[in-house]
């Protein structure tokens, strides 16, 4: 049987999300096709959407509409005096699901030595930036208990030696290896509770 091109270019592009091989791709693109109406018409237009609207704010990593400004790093909702450093945005969704943190989020956009990850292209010179210019009280450094993570961590801090910032991180409950997102509530909470100081200040 001859194949149709579209299809394949779908499953291919599907088999590429976090998760999802070629096989789990087939079976999302067969459900698509045969809920078209239901499903891919109005996913298509959210999509289109979503790429013409939504982007990363270049301040605090966090998603935002290009209508409007920043919710995350602008004093709308109240001014908070503590940041949580986090890698992605999938980390800002768990920790922010578990109520467990009340303040602003930073997001890096990766690691050190990630991917081929440089310094310059975290938001790290940012949040140096945000510290001084909102006078921020605590820096909490959640990154992963990967050997990157930690290595983002210190450098971090490193970058934030002659603030009188207070700098922590996330402690007991934290596996090492483990990744933010992937923790539970309970971990998430224990891990932010017990959270040691870094700096000295």
């Known amino acids: 049987m001859k194949k149709i091109e579209e299809i394949e270019d779908l499953i291919k592009l599907i088999?590429?999300?976090?998760?999802l091989g070629p096989k789990s791709a087939k079976r999302i693109v067969l459900k698509l096709i045969n809920n078209r109406n239901e499903i891919v018409k109005p996913m298509a237009n959210i999509l289109a959407k979503v790429y013409k609207n939504v982007i990363r704010c270049n301040l605090c990593g966090s998603l935002k509409s290009?209508?409007?400004g920043c919710m995350n790093c602008e004093h709308t909702n109240g001014k908070f005096n503590k940041i949580c450093v986090v890698e992605d945005i999938a980390d800002q969704w768990?920790?922010?699901s578990s109520n467990i943190f009340q303040g602003y989020f930073h997001?890096?956009?990766g690691t050190l030595?990630?991917?081929g990850q440089r310094k310059e292209d975290l938001?790290?010179?940012s949040l140096v930036e945000r510290v001084k210019r909102?006078?921020?009280e605590e820096v909490i450094l959640a990154t992963s208990a990967?050997?990157?993570g930690q290595t983002t961590a210190y450098y971090i801090q490193d970058s934030l030696k002659n603030s009188k910032t207070k700098i922590t991180k996330l402690a007991q409950g934290l596996p090492v290896g483990g990744e933010i997102e992937s923790l539970d509530d309970g971990t998430l909470f224990s891990a932010f509770k017990n959270r040691s100081k870094l700096n000295s200040s």
């Open 134 to 136: 909102d006078k921020i």
């Open 113 to 115: 030595s990630s991917a």
């Open 146 to 148: 990967t050997v990157e």
């Open 66 to 68: 290009n209508l409007e």
């Open 94 to 96: 768990s920790i922010e």
């Open 107 to 109: 997001i890096l956009g």
């Open 123 to 125: 938001l790290i010179n």
């Open 15 to 19: 088999s590429k999300l976090p998760g």
